[in-house]
Structure formats: C-alpha cells, structure tokens
C-alpha cells in the first residue's frame, strides 16, 4: 500500500473500490470496508437527476460514521449542470475528492452526450473538468477509458493531457473502449501509455479479479493505483488477498455468514420499495452462492423467493461439510 496525493489530499492507500452503478451501496462499501477497502466510491450520481429530483438520491447517498473515507462520481454532459449538480452534492456529502465520468457505456447515458460520449466530444469534457476544478473547493478527477471504438494511443494520451491541463488532479483509467463494454481483453499498453503522458496520479481499472491480476495492472502499467470493480462482487476478501499479495481460501461457512451480514446491512440501510429490495438481495446472494456442489439449485430456489426471511432461511438450510 502506498499514499497518493489527490491534489491537496493524501489518499492512504492504492487498492480503491471502484464507484459500481447498481452495486456499491452502503451495504457493499460496508462490507467491503470489513474485509481490507480502505477507499471507496460512492455509486454513480446523474447529474441532471440530482439537479431536477435530488430527493431520488436518498439510497445513493445514504452513508454512515463507519463509511468513510468516500469519494463521488458524477455522469453528466453539459458543464453548467455538472457545476450546480456537483454544488447540491456537496452540501450533502463529505468528500475529498470529486469523480467526473467519461466512462460509462449505457445506451442511455451516451444518448444524453454524457459519459463514454465524452471521448467522442473531449472539448465537453475539458469545458466540464475546467469549469468544476475552477469553481469548486475541492480536487476533480476523470474516468476514462481508452477509446470510443477503437484505441488510438495519440488521441487517448491527448485526452489525458488536456484533462489534466484542465485542472484534473488524478485520471481512473478503465483498459477497454467504450465498445468493449465490460468483455474481453485489458490494454495495459494504452494505461501504460496515458500513466507516462501525465504527471498527476493514474489509477487502472479491468480484470482485476485476483492478486495477481491486481499485479499485473501494477507491473504492466507503472499505474500509481488501482479500482477494484466485479472482483469484489461476492468476494470483499479480495482487498486483503490484493494486501498480502496471495489468495486465501475462504470457507464456505465463512461465506455464508458475510452473505447473511451482507443482506442485513441492506435490509437496515437501503433506501427503497421493499419488492425491489428483495430483488436487490436475490442479486447479491447469487454472487456469493457459487462453487459448492449444491450452488446451482440454490441460485435457482433463491431466485425464486420473495422475502428477506425465506432468502435466510434458504442460506441457513445449507449443509456444510
Ligand atoms: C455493474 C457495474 C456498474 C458500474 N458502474 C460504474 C460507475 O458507476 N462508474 C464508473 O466509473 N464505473 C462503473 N463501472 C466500471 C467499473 O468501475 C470498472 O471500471 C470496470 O468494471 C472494469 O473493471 P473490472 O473488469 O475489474 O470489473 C461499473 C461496472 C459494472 C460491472
């Protein structure tokens, strides 16, 4: 582990959870925090939402004493939205440093010119990046990733540049193109290539599913840091396995008893109708039901269940060896 400076700030560690639409909510940062994340990210927060309907961000902001240090993530096109967005969020959240997403692949987030678009239109994106490093009190970063179609190393290490000629004070680097979405094959090169274009921080992003992963993001890239995304999903153990520099095994005793804290810490905190919020626990515990000899039946019965009891009492009928 090794301290990085954000601007004025000094994050102390480099193995962050990455911010996680859909995912890295209060109960996952929690859970991850218990098992070695020593930085999380808050979901993502659409801007345009939380300027026209901020009370719709109860669940995505919901936090705790025990959730911090946190960072946030905002999706956004146009830089005066992006400004009065990130002006409501920072009344409510404490944070050290604030994430613009140039990253996002979703359909829908492309059709409102935000997200992974801003590769395709950087001139929005500097003009986002300079107006909240100018505006705000506080350091700005940028997801990126490596391409819209395909990878073109001059024009993504020209995209860095100017970013951090905009005020950037950091760059989280996703190892795909936009037109990857989340298969397939991590270009270290191109992380490589942007890490040595830019003075500020670079933290990589992709298949990192295990120490060894995680090393060789470090070694193939020179990165400063790195976001831990799916392998985290069913697996907080990752963060000290990444810390020690070798997996463990994990019983599947201990499994189920972090898969049952895990869906308590939900049914306390998140903020939403309870129907969703038994689905939600639906796809949290079929992450964590995998790689015993009944884990297919399971998967299958607990998709089946439509309250947080049965969902338990489900867990606590497997037998374990
Ligand atoms: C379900 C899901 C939601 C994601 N949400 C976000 C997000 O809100 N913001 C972001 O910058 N990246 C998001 N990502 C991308 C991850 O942070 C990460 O860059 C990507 O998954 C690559 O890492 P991995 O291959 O180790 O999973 C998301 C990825 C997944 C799978």
Not at 87 to 110: G, H, S, T, W, Y
Not at 146 to 160: M, P, R, S
Request: aromatic share 8%; charged share 25%.
């Amino acid at each position: 582990m090794r301290a990085i400076a954000i601007g004025p700030y000094t994050l102390k560690t480099n193995v962050l959870l990455a911010p996680l639409s859909g995912c890295s909510d209060l109960a996952f940062r929690l859970i991850c925090r218990e098992h070695g994340a020593k930085f999380c990210f808050y979901e993502m927060i659409d801007a345009n939402s939380l300027v026209h309907h901020s009370r719709g961000s109860d669940d995505l902001l919901k936090t705790t004493a025990k959730d911090k240090p946190i960072a946030a993530q905002l999706v956004g096109g146009d830089a005066d939205i992006m400004l009065k967005a990130a002006k409501i969020l920072l009344e409510k959240v404490d944070i050290p440093f604030l994430d613009i997403n140039a990253a996002c692949p979703v359909k829908k987030m492309i059709q409102k010119f935000s997200g992974a678009n801003l590769l395709r239109d950087p001139k929005a994106l500097y003009k986002i990046v300079k107006t909240l490093a100018s505006k705000l009190d506080l350091p700005i970063t940028v997801k990126l990733r490596i391409g819209y179609n395909h990878v073109d190393l001059k024009e993504v290490t020209t995209i860095a540049k100017n970013c951090e000629k905009n005020g950037a004070a950091a760059l989280f680097v996703h190892g795909r193109t936009r037109s990857q979405l989340y298969a397939g094959e991590i270009n270290y090169e191109a992380i490589k290539a942007i890490k040595h274009a830019v003075k500020v921080p670079v933290f990589g992003s992709g298949n990192i599913f295990s120490p060894e992963m995680a090393k060789k993001m470090f070694d193939l890239t020179d990165c400063d840091g790195i976001t831990v995304a799916r392998g985290a999903f069913g697996n907080p153990w990752i963060f000290k396995q990444i810390e020690k520099g070798e997996a463990f095994p994990v019983s599947l005793a201990e499994k189920l008893k972090v898969l049952k804290k895990h869906l308590s810490y939900i049914e306390k905190y998140k903020v939403t109708r309870s129907g969703y919020k038994v689905g939600f626990m639906r796809k949290i515990a079929i992450w964590y039901l995998k790689g015993f000899p009944e884990a297919a039946k399971i998967r299958a019965e607990v998709t089946r269940l439509e309250t947080y009891e049965k969902i338990i009492a489900l867990i606590d009928s497997i037998i374990i060896d």
